[in-house]
């Protein structure tokens, strides 16, 4: 099979889709039923490792500007000129991938992979022009696909009621994780926690973009409640890029850091998450809504006890393996980070419990599932 898949997602700071299918699309590069990847940004063919060297300058400065949904559909108009005006490929088995909702127009059977529908569920989550822009365009992508993935069985069951699309065309294929996510003694996260002034702290390590669904002020409240010492011993360490809304999270932060609470990093390079991840003494990630939650697994893999939101897809991806509560229930999220921190034969079993739930989600099964669906995508298009 040759197969096209859109890149225009994969520049840094990477994160959650970025890495999707920067993982899927390495993985295809070498996989013996992929006769050829063609990774396309704008609808010219780029190479996937420059893509990770730095942001285009254009985007940097278009994210700046206002007219937010004029500047998408212009980009949209110049990706479906430039895809129109590409030679045709002479394989009968090609496949375009797009990895980020809205696909161009193309001329060849269309796979798409949808992460979630918070644009749907929360829309206030977003800013309005991202939702327009999903709700303008992802209903007539999805009706051009010859399959969809989606990233959980949640998911996949939100497009089949949303949608109303037939059953057997869209399919569930969980991400996976990176292998370089797994358990390190102290010695070997010693370098990275040095780095970020961690190394003599019991840090609940936070990962995840600075945005409203991401639930942290309820993770601050929550954390709020617990006694004096237990703050100081075990502060709150926040990774991640800044996102958007997120005036509220930022104020709140500054006065948490201020009393040495919180510990913001800000975006954590790819090479320093393994460390980061094995040198917490836990991991929270109470996130309203996700389609998947990738930071929950990578934290579970490390064997790191973990605490996540009982709701949408992550009991599904975390399974008995990682503590659930109602995320939403401030004296709950509060009790259970409590637990999290100080029962030693629940942080016990999750440190032994993580790392084997992990072994069944990795990115080779992912691009092997993922090829599987070309295949049946090619088989419909015929």
């Not at 039923?33 to 942001?55: C, F, N, P, Q």
């Not at 829309?123 to 365009?137: I, S, T, Y």
């Not at 990738?294 to 490390?302: D, F, I, N, Q, V």
């Not at 008995?320 to 509560?325: E, H, Q, S």
Request: proline content about 7%.
């Amino acid at each position: 099979m040759h197969i096209l898949i859109n890149a225009d997602c994969i520049y840094p700071p990477l994160t959650g889709i970025g890495r999707y299918a920067f993982r899927l699309a390495t993985g295809l590069q070498t996989h013996p039923r992929i006769a050829r990847l063609e990774a396309l940004a704008g609808g010219r063919e780029v190479d996937l490792a420059s893509r990770l060297r730095t942001e285009p300058r254009w985007l940097r400065v278009a994210k700046k500007l206002p007219f937010q949904s004029l500047l998408r559909r212009t980009y949209e108009h110049v990706r479906n000129a430039r895809e129109q005006g590409r030679p045709a490929v002479s394989s009968k088995d090609v496949i375009y991938h797009e990895p980020r909702y809205i696909a161009a127009r193309v001329r060849y059977p269309l796979v798409v992979t949808v992460h979630d529908l918070s644009h749907v569920r929360h829309p206030e989550f977003h800013r309005p022009d991202a939702v327009e822009h999903l709700e303008r365009g992802l209903a007539d992508s999805l009706e051009r696909a010859a399959r969809i993935i989606t990233v959980s069985e949640f998911v996949r069951g939100e497009v089949l009621e949303h949608f109303g699309l037939p059953p057997d065309k869209v399919v569930a294929v969980k991400n996976g994780v990176d292998p370089v996510f797994h358990p390190m003694n102290a010695t070997e996260t010693l370098p990275v926690r040095r780095k970020f002034g961690l190394e003599e702290k019991d840090y609940i390590l936070a990962i995840g973009t600075l945005e409203p669904r991401k639930n942290l002020l309820r993770l601050f409240d929550a954390f709020s409640r617990l006694p004096d010492n237990v703050r100081k011993r075990h502060p709150i360490v926040v990774g991640g890029a800044v996102g958007w809304l997120n005036e509220n999270i930022s104020q709140r932060l500054r006065g948490l850091e201020s009393r040495g609470e919180v510990i913001r990093l800000g975006y954590v390079p790819e090479a320093d998450l393994p460390a980061l991840y094995a040198g917490a003494w836990a991991c929270a990630y109470p996130s309203v809504y996700e389609g998947f939650g990738l930071p929950a697994l990578e934290a579970m893999a490390s064997g790191i006890p973990t605490l996540t939101s009982n709701a949408s897809s992550l009991p599904e991806v975390t399974g008995d393996a990682a503590l659930t509560c109602n995320t939403a229930d401030v004296p709950e999220l509060s009790e259970q980070l409590a637990r999290l921190l100080e029962d030693n034969m629940l942080r016990d079993r999750l440190s032994r419990d993580g790392p084997l739930r992990a072994i069944d989600m990795s990115w080779d099964r992912c691009v092997d599932a993922t090829v599987q669906v070309y295949a049946d995508a090619l088989s419909a298009a015929r």
